[in-house]
């Protein structure tokens, strides 16, 4: 038995997940422990933010983003910005996830629409509390 599986409640509020994040690192354990925590999940995984625009106009319709906001090509400010203006994605709550702690990028996500900042977690341990966090409730 997985010791995630022992920290997540019985329900998940959110169907489906997507991550934009260009470290391939960070996708793979994110995904791990999603996974661990939420196996009925779907959970999709974009490299920056013209990627995920590009899977975003396909008609995959995550129910919450999880957003990086260095990233080359599109970055996670211009992502927003242009969710915003798509009357289909507008309403889809973003969690900046981010190694930025910065009050500047805080208030200008927060403006650009983002729900949540969330300063990238240090440990599994750390990872798995946030997700339970943000899985186990709609606070958005």
Known sequence: MSLFKIVMPDSC???????IDDDIDVRMIFGEVL???????IYHEATNGEDALSKL??????DLI???LN?????????LAEIQRLE????????????????????ETRD??????????NSLRE?????TDNLAQKIF
């Open 13 to 19: 509020k959110y169907t489906s997940v997507l991550l």
């Open 35 to 41: 996974k661990e925590l939420a196996p009925d999940i």
């Open 57 to 62: 106009g396909s008609n995959m319709i995550p």
């Open 66 to 68: 999880f957003l990086d």
């Open 71 to 79: 990233m080359p090509r599109v970055d996670g400010k211009q992502f």
């Open 88 to 107: 289909h994605l507008k309403d889809i709550p973003v969690i900046i996830y981010t190694t930025s702690s910065h009050e500047s990028d805080k208030k």
């Open 112 to 121: 650009l629409g983002a729900s949540y900042f969330l300063t990238k977690p």
């Open 127 to 131: 990872l798995t509390h946030v997700l």
